[in-house]
């Protein structure tokens, strides 16, 4: 009878330490995702930061560019309306793209 009982502990302790064993590699596991969710998160971020930077480098300086699609000064009046309406159509336009980019950066839903 103690030798049954005696077995019966064994095993039970046995089943114990498994789970237990097993328990932890499952921690392990989910640390390891977690750590990975959080690189990627990172990454993410850090990619969609570089994509605003080079948005708002772009915006600082294509206003200066445009200085040489045509000098504006030799044109007639009506041309240079036109030159510089382009200009702040273009201007307006990469607003609207930093905008959506923030907005989707921030989860921030668009009117």
Do not use: G
């Amino acid at each position: 009878d103690e030798v049954i009982f005696l077995t019966e502990l064994s095993k039970q302790y046995h089943q114990k330490y498994k789970d237990f064993k097993q328990m932890k590699i499952e921690e392990f596991k989910k640390k390891q995702e977690d750590r990975m969710s959080f690189e990627i998160k990172i990454d993410n971020i850090e990619k969609q930061n570089n994509a605003l930077f080079r948005l708002f480098k772009e915006l600082v300086e294509k206003p200066i560019n445009f200085v040489h699609l045509k000098n504006v000064t030799n044109s007639s009046s009506m041309e240079r309306i036109e030159i510089l309406e382009k200009n702040q159509n273009e201007i307006l336009e990469l607003f609207e793209i930093i905008k959506h980019h923030l907005f989707k950066c921030l989860d921030i839903e668009e009117e």
